[in-house]
């Protein structure tokens, strides 16, 4: 099960990234700005949100993550390819959106599934290959180049077309092979209703929704505006773009799980605070650095954040709240982060990206990283390892 949802997730981010790969090829022929680049990341964005937050306490609610999940693939990728199809910016507008309510509940019920399955010490390991390993494989090593290679050889259209083939694939498994039933350990209590006030007032989500805000913007600026930023701004070509985006994605690979797992052993509040300080420097080697090699050593430093993702989008709040709100809970940092960060922070970028140039916003994502690495310094800790140590050394201290 954890490899079908691996490469699920990570076709999920196929999906979203492939615009951002095509916008230079898009915009000559559509005659599009960043603003537009912009508009169109946010309005996927608000509609994931908003379909993650309602979809997700819906298949807690009524137990249906398994149909949920193989109507939200097949969905999701017909309005990818569909995209392929579009000769404005209003129906590309649109097919973005409807992608968007389908993508949205995708990553609460993998996540929740895996919660169940997952023993506590391999937790944070299991959910990063999820949500940090699979959508910088598939979407940020993988993808760029062979998007790009398909666009330039038959057409941005005809790329947009092909990302639909690997999620009717993944829909098939996931109805021949896996299990969406809960486990009895996990239903023990009722899922009642949303009860969304009630999570609010817990400390670690409330921080956790907070995080999500800022560092969703970091993660959407730097995704959405890198590719035209390294062609258009800094005068590489779409070759060496293609590079560097991979060397994001090779980051995200191996950052994604690497994080994680050391906040399995370490602790989930210290190692976020770290990563996401480290995570600052990104978005300012992206800007500054000219030698395209020494830029995709330190892009693949730097680009912590994907790691960090997993922590407080999945594995802090799982691990604070009630088994049978998990899906809520995840639903609910991510929908308010997509708003914020997805929603709103692109759009705003992609205002002050036409007016002061692309740089600026490059420096916008850097606040959000540093918003979250202060966030976090006010989390309590949920590694069950680091806690159950913490719950053990003052018994044997006062033994001695």
């Given at each position: 099960?954890?490899i079908?949802?691996?490469?699920?997730f990570?076709?999920?981010?196929?999906?979203?990234?492939?615009?951002?790969?095509?916008?230079?090829?898009?915009?000559?022929?559509?005659?599009?700005?960043?603003?537009?680049?912009?508009?169109?990341?946010?309005?996927?964005?608000?509609?994931?949100?908003?379909?993650?937050?309602?979809?997700?306490?819906?298949?807690?609610?009524?137990?249906?993550?398994?149909?949920?999940?193989?109507?939200?693939?097949?969905?999701?990728?017909?309005?990818?390819?569909?995209?392929?199809?579009?000769?404005?910016?209003?129906?590309?507008?649109?097919?973005?959106?409807?992608?968007?309510?389908?993508?949205?509940?995708?990553?609460?019920?993998?996540?929740?599934?895996?919660?169940?399955?997952?023993?506590?010490?391999?937790?944070?390991?299991?959910?990063?290959?999820?949500?940090?390993?699979?959508?910088?494989?598939?979407g940020?090593?993988?993808?760029?180049?062979?998007?790009?290679?398909?666009?330039?050889?038959?057409?941005?259209?005809?790329?947009?077309?092909?990302?639909?083939?690997?999620?009717?694939?993944?829909?098939?498994?996931?109805?021949?092979?896996?299990?969406?039933k809960?486990?009895?350990?996990?239903?023990?209590?009722?899922?009642?209703?949303?009860a969304?006030?009630?999570?609010?007032?817990?400390?670690?989500?409330?921080?956790?929704?907070?995080?999500?805000?800022?560092?969703?913007?970091?993660?959407?600026?730097?995704?959405?505006?890198?590719?035209?930023?390294?062609?258009?701004?800094?005068?590489?070509?779409?070759?060496?773009?293609?590079?560097?985006?991979?060397?994001?994605?090779?980051?995200?690979?191996?950052?994604?799980?690497?994080?994680?797992?050391?906040?399995?052993?370490?602790?989930?509040?210290?190692t976020?605070?770290f990563?996401?300080?480290?995570?600052?420097?990104?978005?300012?080697?992206?800007?500054?650095?000219?030698?395209?090699?020494?830029?995709?050593?330190?892009?693949?430093?730097?680009?912590?954040g994907?790691?960090?993702?997993?922590?407080?989008?999945?594995?802090?709040?799982?691990?604070?709240?009630?088994?049978?709100?998990?899906?809520?809970?995840?639903?609910?940092?991510?929908?308010?982060?997509?708003?914020?960060?997805?929603?709103?922070?692109?759009?705003?970028?992609?205002?002050?990206?036409?007016?002061?140039?692309?740089?600026?916003?490059?420096?916008?994502?850097?606040?959000?990283a540093?918003?979250?690495?202060?966030?976090?310094?006010f989390?309590?800790?949920?590694?069950?390892?680091?806690?159950?140590?913490?719950?053990?050394?003052?018994?044997?201290?006062?033994?001695?």
């Amino acid at each position: 099960m954890l490899i079908i949802l691996f490469f699920v997730f990570g076709c999920v981010f196929v999906d979203r990234l492939t615009i951002s790969f095509l916008f230079p090829m898009i915009a000559a022929d559509l005659k599009l700005s960043n603003v537009h680049l912009g508009t169109l990341s946010a309005v996927l964005a608000l509609t994931w949100a908003l379909s993650g937050a309602g979809l997700g306490a819906i298949a807690d609610r009524f137990n249906i993550r398994k149909p949920m999940l193989i109507l939200s693939i097949l969905v999701f990728s017909l309005f990818s390819a569909l995209s392929g199809l579009v000769s404005g910016f209003a129906m590309l507008l649109i097919f973005r959106a409807l992608m968007g309510i389908a993508e949205g509940p995708v990553l609460p019920i993998a996540q929740s599934l895996m919660v169940e399955r997952s023993q506590p010490q391999r937790r944070g390991f299991n959910m990063g290959l999820i949500q940090g390993a699979a959508p910088g494989l598939l979407g940020g090593i993988i993808a760029p180049p062979l998007i790009i290679y398909l666009a330039q050889k038959w057409g941005w259209s005809m790329a947009f077309h092909l990302t639909a083939v690997p999620g009717i694939i993944l829909a098939w498994l996931i109805y021949r092979y896996v299990n969406g039933k809960k486990d009895p350990a996990f239903s023990a209590a009722p899922a009642g209703k949303a009860a969304y006030g009630e999570l609010f007032k817990i400390k670690n989500v409330a921080l956790c929704i907070l995080i999500s805000c800022v560092f969703v913007t970091w993660f959407m600026i730097i995704i959405t505006f890198t590719p035209n930023f390294l062609v258009t701004d800094r005068g590489f070509g779409e070759g060496t773009m293609g590079g560097i985006m991979s060397a994001i994605g090779a980051a995200w690979v191996f950052w994604g799980v690497a994080v994680p797992a050391i906040s399995d052993r370490l602790g989930r509040k210290p190692t976020l605070i770290f990563f996401s300080l480290l995570a600052v420097c990104c978005p300012l080697f992206l800007s500054y650095v000219a030698n395209p090699w020494l830029l995709g050593v330190l892009v693949f430093l730097s680009y912590t954040g994907l790691g960090c993702f997993t922590l407080f989008m999945a594995t802090i709040p799982s691990e604070t709240v009630s088994p049978a709100r998990i899906a809520t809970a995840l639903g609910l940092v991510m929908g308010i982060g997509e708003v914020i960060g997805g929603c709103l922070a692109p759009f705003i970028a992609g205002l002050i990206a036409d007016r002061y140039g692309l740089v600026s916003v490059m420096w916008l994502a850097a606040a959000g990283a540093v918003c979250a690495g202060v966030l976090s310094c006010f989390l309590d800790e949920t590694a069950p390892a680091v806690v159950n140590r913490r719950a053990v050394k003052p018994a044997g201290v006062a033994d001695v």
